[in-house]
């Protein structure tokens, strides 16, 4: 009986998985992923489980749950701690795991630019712990406020929430905080007076959604400020602390809550690695995704920076993972068959796209481009066609359908959480590494 060959993949993201599932119809190999988590996450509706609209099993899903049908794939859930490439075994915090083929698939986290305040007083939203905790604190900020009597100031600031980033992630949350305000928040807390409350969105350039032509980007600012949104731009920030956002220019904004939504870098692993990485961390890549000056090891997604073709390395979006694991699982293949001609991975832009709420969104694909509603429903099934198990769909649709028609978010409940009342809530970490 031959020897299988050994393929280890980590990370499960959409880079990740994709790689897995066309690896795992070859029934000679042997697929590890490793991962710290046991689940998938669908990272574009985060937002929504920060804002009470979804849960965390419809964003979520197991990763076993995809492979149930492959026995020549497993789960080691366990955290990346290096690598030996003269052993060619992956070291992890539960053991080392050896590989023929590796594929580096982990992922991006926050990019505070080195602004240590930001990090400590802000929220990030990378991980569904921290869309949890930002759902949390929010509602939160409400009960604390409706109950302050004579401290206006305070409660202003504990009603003034600010998103910071207008890629993306800032402006679905912005516009998702808006209207869980807006249609729910303001009737609900009934010592409160709506204009105590406020949600703003800070970005350092001129625009929002740089991928967007300039139209669809007024367009955007124009439905975020009819939501009642502050839209400022060309506004840097220097640091924040519990109870303020400092701008550069010297302004600040009382606020006890500042999402960071600006940037992402590779996760600190990945530059420890011993390979060569930009500054945002992300390990270099030839144009057949292998890691430069590797012949086993390839790397795609978040953690990876490509830049062959094009001014600057491609975009940390799921579509670009998605395509550069098909590539990377396809010359694996080749490698394994003793084919060195490797495919050339050129990305084929599929456009962009980003809701601004309940009804409208903004859509700009091959060329075509559209606003309003009828890029709210593109967006919506697109979204849904990606979503994991035909489950998840149905409840995502039939949530969906429902805020549509009333406006309701029932996930509006504080959990796994923990109160010391010097730090205010703060999560319950899933494991002692938890921060590492």
Same mark, same amino acid.
């Given at each position: 009986m031959s020897k299988k060959t050994r393929i280890v993949v980590v990370g499960a993201g959409f880079g990740g998985v994709k790689v897995v599932r066309e690896l795992a119809k070859d029934k000679s190999l042997d697929i590890t992923?490793?991962?710290?988590?046991?689940?998938?996450?669908f990272q574009p509706l985060l937002y929504q489980l920060a804002t009470s609209l979804l849960s965390t099993d419809e964003i979520a899903y197991p990763i076993r749950a995809f492979f149930r049908h492959n026995k020549n794939v497993d789960l080691f859930m366990a955290k990346l701690r290096g690598l030996d490439k003269e052993r060619k075994v992956v070291i992890t915090n539960h053991g080392e795991i050896p590989y023929d083929y590796l594929v580096l698939a982990a992922g991006a986290t926050t990019n505070f630019f080195g602004m240590e305040s930001v990090?400590?007083?802000?929220?990030?939203?990378? *991980?569904?712990?921290?869309?949890?905790?930002?759902?949390?604190?929010?509602?939160?900020?409400?009960?604390?406020?409706?109950?302050?009597?004579?401290?206006?100031?305070?409660?202003?600031?504990?009603?003034?929430?600010?998103?910071? @980033?207008? @890629?993306? *992630? @800032?402006?679905?949350?912005?516009?998702?905080?808006?209207?869980v305000i807006n249609l729910i928040m303001k009737d609900e807390y009934h010592n409160l007076s709506p204009d105590e409350i406020s949600v703003k969105l800070v970005e350092a350039t001129g625009g929002l959604l740089p991928m967007m032509p300039p139209d669809l980007q007024q367009e955007t600012v124009r439905v975020l400020e009819k939501k009642g949104i502050d839209v400022m731009l060309n506004t840097q920030v220097a640091g924040c602390d519990k109870n303020s956002l400092i701008l550069k220019d010297g302004r600040v904004i009382p606020t006890n809550t500042v999402i960071w939504a600006a940037g992402v870098k590779a996760v600190p692993i990945i530059s420890k690695l011993g390979f060569a990485c930009d500054r945002a961390g992300r390990v270099i890549v030839n144009e057949k995704l292998q890691v430069e000056g590797e012949r086993d090891i390839f790397a795609i997604g978040d953690c990876a920076s490509f830049c062959h073709g094009t001014e600057r390395p491609l975009a940390t979006v799921a579509p670009v993972a998605t395509q550069g694991g098909a590539v990377a699982a396809r010359n694996i293949k080749r490698l394994i068959a003793g084919d060195e001609n490797l495919e050339t991975f050129h990305y084929k832009d599929q456009g962009a796209m980003a809701t601004i709420g309940r009804t409208e969104a903004v859509v700009n694909m091959n060329g075509t481009k559209m606003k309003g509603f009828i890029a709210w429903v593109v967006w919506m099934f697109v979204h849904l066609l990606r979503l994991a198990g035909a489950h998840t769909n149905t409840t995502v649709l039939l949530k969906w359908t429902w805020n549509l028609l009333s406006g309701t978010r029932l996930g509006r409940i504080i959990t796994n959480m923990q109160y010391d009342e010097s730090r205010e809530l703060r999560p319950m970490p899933l494991d002692p590494e938890e921060k590492g």
């Open positions: 992923i490793v991962d710290r988590r046991n689940f998938h996450l990090e400590e007083h802000s929220f990030p939203m990378k *991980t569904l712990q921290e869309a949890l905790h930002i759902r949390n604190h929010v509602i939160h900020m409400f009960e604390r406020a409706n109950k302050i009597e004579h401290n206006e100031e305070e409660r202003r600031r504990m009603l003034n929430f600010v998103v910071v @980033g207008g @890629g993306p *992630t @800032g402006v679905e949350l912005a516009g998702s905080l808006a209207e």
